[in-house]
């Protein structure tokens, strides 16, 4: 079974940078961030397909940069002109076959990694 784990999370003053890694024991097609507030549902955040085609949800475009190494089997999350509405646990996400944006749809989870934005 895929493991992911990801790693990069901390505090940070809004309009800061954070950057989020998330590592594969595998190389798989989809990868995804989710994440989750307190108080809220998990959310969409951001995929890359095996294509490198990314997807972001409107809230974070053009602060948010997706990416893939994957001779590292490693996915990447740069958040630039980071805001208080940021604040989660950011989720990575993976699927073998297809890259939806629904959380229901990814079988692969990682425990997540905290992102506290100061404002």
């Known amino acids: 079974e895929v493991q992911v784990v990801e790693s990069g999370g901390g505090s940070v003053q809004a309009g800061g940078s954070l950057r989020l890694s998330c590592t594969a024991t595998?190389?798989?097609?989809?990868m995804a961030w989710f994440r989750q507030a307190p108080g809220k549902e998990r959310e969409f955040v951001s995929s890359?397909?095996?294509?490198?085609?990314?997807t972001y949800t409107a809230p974070v475009k053009g602060r948010f940069t997706i990416s893939r190494d994957n001779a590292k089997k490693t996915l990447y999350l740069q958040m630039n002109s980071l805001k208080s509405e940021d604040t989660a646990m950011y989720y990575c996400?993976?699927?073998?076959?297809?890259?939806?944006?629904?959380?229901?749809?990814?079988?692969?989870w990682g425990q997540g990694t905290m992102v506290l934005v100061d404002s």
């Open positions: 996400a993976a699927d073998r076959d297809h890259c939806y944006t629904s959380a229901t749809r990814f079988p692969y």
């Open positions: 595998e190389y798989i097609s989809c």
């Open positions: 890359i397909n095996s294509r490198n085609i990314p």
